[in-house]
């Protein structure tokens, strides 16, 4: 899949390494962290403190990344995939995302099936929102969830990681390399292996879209209309 000429012509070109992703993605914990117990010194509930390491998390991966690219890089912010024709990116953005939903819930139940034939029994469900969080909460994180997950993640993954692989790879073996470690980050115990291997293949999908639009846009986009669904599954199981 080569980048469309009239998407990719004249945009500033990534300089930096893949490795340097585990770099970003250490400075965001540190800031995250420092976030984190900052906000929780007045916020005690349990939905909220969920609310702000959330927002905690994911801001802290988008100011990591940006940070990155200036200071360490000395890259336009350009380079990580300004969007040139917006409307378009977010027409694909959302069909795209769309498709995801139906091709992640697929892996998730092939996995499911590969599970229950080799130990005889379905796997435990991953909480991937706590128990906690229900009703008006739901909504609350909505924000959170639909926005800045996407805002961040499509910053490192695609945006910085994917670029940097892509410089030395193909296009399918570096969308395969993000994909994985996409569906690698988001591991929260045992129970989420069983996610894993469909988000690596979100993660994949997502890194085509950017590839084919050359704009974080559209795999914001993307990434925000699969995280919708998502929420909103979860809202109608705790309802």
Same mark, same amino acid.
């Given at each position: 899949?080569?980048? &469309?000429?009239?998407?990719? %012509?004249?945009? +500033?070109?990534?300089?930096?390494?893949?490795?340097?992703?585990?770099?970003?993605?250490?400075?965001?914990?540190?800031?995250?962290?420092?976030?984190?117990? %900052?906000?929780?010194?007045?916020?005690? @509930?349990?939905q909220g403190t969920y609310l702000v390491q959330i927002l905690a998390g994911e801001l802290?991966?988008?100011?990591?990344? *940006?940070?990155?690219?200036?200071?360490?890089? !000395?890259? +336009?912010?350009?380079?990580?995939?300004?969007?040139?024709?917006?409307?378009?990116? /977010?027409?694909?953005?959302?069909?795209?995302?769309? =498709?995801?939903?139906?091709?992640?819930?697929?892996?998730?139940?092939?996995? &499911?099936?590969?599970?229950?034939? =080799? @130990?005889? !029994?379905? +796997?435990?469900?991953?909480?991937?929102?706590?128990?906690?969080?229900?009703?008006?909460?739901?909504?609350? =994180?909505? +924000?959170?969830?639909? /926005?800045?997950?996407?805002?961040?993640?499509? *910053?490192?993954?695609?945006?910085?990681?994917?670029?940097?692989? &892509?410089?030395r790879m193909p296009v399918w073996a570096a969308a395969v390399v993000s994909g994985i470690?996409?569906?690698? @980050? !988001?591991?929260?115990?045992?129970?989420?292996?069983?996610?894993?291997?469909?988000?690596?293949?979100?993660?994949?999908?997502?890194?085509?879209?950017?590839?084919?639009?050359? @704009?974080? *846009?559209?795999?914001?986009?993307? !990434?925000?209309?699969?995280?919708?669904?998502?929420?909103?599954?979860? %809202?109608?199981?705790?309802?």
């Amino acid at each position: 899949m080569p980048p &469309r000429p009239d998407v990719d %012509a004249g945009a +500033p070109r990534a300089t930096w390494r893949p490795w340097e992703a585990l770099g970003i993605f250490v400075v965001a914990l540190v800031l995250a962290g420092i976030a984190d117990v %900052a906000l929780q010194q007045v916020v005690t @509930s349990c939905q909220g403190t969920y609310l702000v390491q959330i927002l905690a998390g994911e801001l802290g991966l988008g100011v990591a990344v *940006l940070g990155w690219v200036r200071v360490v890089d !000395h890259a +336009p912010f350009a380079a990580l995939g300004i969007p040139r024709r917006p409307l378009g990116d /977010l027409g694909v953005g959302v069909l795209a995302g769309a =498709i995801l939903v139906v091709v992640g819930d697929a892996s998730l139940v092939l996995v &499911r099936e590969l599970v229950i034939v =080799i @130990s005889g !029994h379905p +796997p435990r469900q991953p909480n991937q929102v706590v128990a906690c969080v229900r009703g008006g909460w739901i909504y609350a =994180i909505a +924000p959170a969830v639909i /926005l800045a997950a996407p805002f961040g993640e499509e *910053l490192l993954f695609r945006g910085y990681l994917y670029q940097g692989l &892509r410089r030395r790879m193909p296009v399918w073996a570096a969308a395969v390399v993000s994909g994985i470690v996409f569906g690698a @980050s !988001h591991f929260g115990g045992v129970d989420f292996l069983t996610l894993i291997p469909g988000l690596a293949v979100v993660g994949i999908g997502l890194a085509l879209v950017y590839e084919r639009r050359q @704009s974080l *846009l559209a795999s914001m986009t993307a !990434h925000a209309t699969f995280n919708v669904v998502g929420l909103l599954a979860i %809202a109608l199981s705790r309802r």
